[in-house]
């Protein structure tokens, strides 16, 4: 359980960890593996969502999964990555949140995922939260503790009760 001073800190501003479904690159299933792999270079990603027409969340396509498409085709050629759709190479979402707020849920998915989709109560893709901007409200909290709390050692508590 997360201590509640610093989850406190950590969610003071909730949105501002969220990247925005709007702003986050994307494909769709029916797009072609060359198009995915064009989309995932251009914005550096190594892993991008994929969704419906609607905006829900339909899995995740990654450097990787058209990577091992490829090396299952004959003759393993980029030019072949037209020939095939995202749906032919996409992985399923292992993990997603429905509320920003949930921190420890978030912290926990983080160890293993470089960014969580967020989803709301339909299932809509609403954005991202990320490894990166977890980390920056992080530092926010490891340089402004003692802007809101008065910290004291336990072992400093106890010398001096003794005393």
């Not at 989309?39 to 999964?65: E, F, N, T, W």
């Not at 004959?74 to 190479?89: F, H, I, R, W």
């Not at 954005?127 to 503790?145: C, D, F, M, Q």
């Amino acid at each position: 359980m997360i201590d509640a001073a610093v989850e406190q800190l950590l969610l003071d501003d909730p949105k501002s960890y969220v990247i925005p479904a709007d702003v986050v690159a994307n494909v769709t299933a029916t797009n072609t593996l060359e198009h995915a792999l064009m989309v995932l270079s251009k914005v550096g990603y190594s892993r991008i969502p994929v969704l419906d027409a609607d905006d829900h969340l339909q899995g995740m396509i990654s450097l990787a999964a058209i990577t091992d498409k490829l090396l299952h085709v004959p003759g393993a050629a980029v030019e072949q990555l037209s020939n095939y759709t995202v749906a032919d190479a996409m992985i399923p979402v292992e993990h997603w949140v429905d509320d920003p707020k949930k921190l420890e849920t978030i912290l926990n998915y983080m160890i293993d995922e470089p960014f969580i989709p967020l989803l709301n109560d339909q299932n809509v893709f609403q954005g991202i939260i990320t490894r990166r901007e977890i980390l920056k409200r992080v530092n926010y909290l490891a340089h402004n503790l003692d802007n809101h709390y008065t910290v004291t050692a336990l072992a400093d508590m106890v010398n001096s009760s003794e005393s």
